[in-house]
């Protein structure tokens, strides 16, 4: 992510959160692995993955603000 400008982590984080979110509908094109736990989205509960959804995006925007 330390290489993505504005636009490229904007898009990362929307495609991340839409599957995360859902990843009933996304698992069969792909596995999505949670980039905070480790485990596979589908292993989440809903709460799982809303607190690791926001975790992720604060990790992200916190290290965007350090650059």
Known sequence: MSEH?????????K??????TNPVVYASVNKLFCPICEKE?????S???IECVNEFIKDVTEEKEED
């Open 5 to 13: 400008d504005q636009k490229q982590t904007d898009k990362c984080l």
């Open 41 to 45: 989205m589908l292993d989440h509960t």
């Open 15 to 20: 495609r991340f959160m839409r599957e995360a």
């Open 47 to 49: 709460k799982q993955a």
